[in-house]
């Protein structure tokens, strides 16, 4: 998500340039993925194609949310179980994972708030 205008452009390009539908889902499936709905909406909203496929490959992206999502989750629940008699060097790391692990969390929290926002 923290990439730059000029990693969009590329995006965009490449988007634009596609030679068949393959091409423009793994395209728009990327900016969806990595940039701010900020830079993709109005590109998506305009052009009728991309609107369509931006609705079938949603599912999928929002699915690949939530396995991240959970596999999160999982992470923290083995973290909170490793911090139970763990020595405190350890114990420091662990947490710092943990921390980690709950901002990215709330990161795909607001990307999934983001992608839902369109249309």
Same mark, same amino acid.
């Given at each position: ?7 969009? *452009?590329? @995006?965009?390009?490449?988007?634009? +340039? #596609?030679? =068949? ?6 395209? &728009?499936? $990327?900016?969806?993925?990595?940039? #701010? !709905?900020? &830079? $993709?909406?109005?590109?998506?909203? #305009?052009?009728?194609? $991309?609107? =369509?496929?931006?609705? *079938? ?5 929002? !699915? ?5 999502? %959970? @596999? ?5 629940? !083995?973290?909170? %179980?490793?911090? %139970?008699? +763990?020595?405190?060097?350890? #114990? *420091?790391?662990?947490? =710092? &994972? ?7 969390? =709330? *990161?795909?929290? +607001?990307? %999934?708030?983001?992608?839902? +926002?369109?249309?």
């Amino acid at each position: 998500m923290g990439k730059s205008r000029d990693e969009f *452009e590329k @995006a965009l390009r490449r988007l634009s +340039s #596609s030679q =068949d539908e393959g091409e423009v889902i793994y395209h &728009l499936t $990327y900016l969806v993925k990595g940039f #701010s !709905s900020f &830079l $993709y909406k109005e590109t998506i909203i #305009s052009n009728p194609y $991309y609107k =369509d496929l931006f609705f *079938e490959i949603r599912e999928d992206i929002m !699915s690949d949310l939530e396995n991240l999502e %959970k @596999a999160l989750l999982e992470e923290i629940y !083995s973290i909170d %179980k490793n911090l %139970k008699g +763990s020595q405190r060097e350890v #114990s *420091e790391k662990l947490k =710092d &994972l943990k921390r980690d692990c709950e901002l990215l969390l =709330d *990161e795909i929290e +607001s990307k %999934k708030e983001e992608i839902r +926002s369109i249309i």
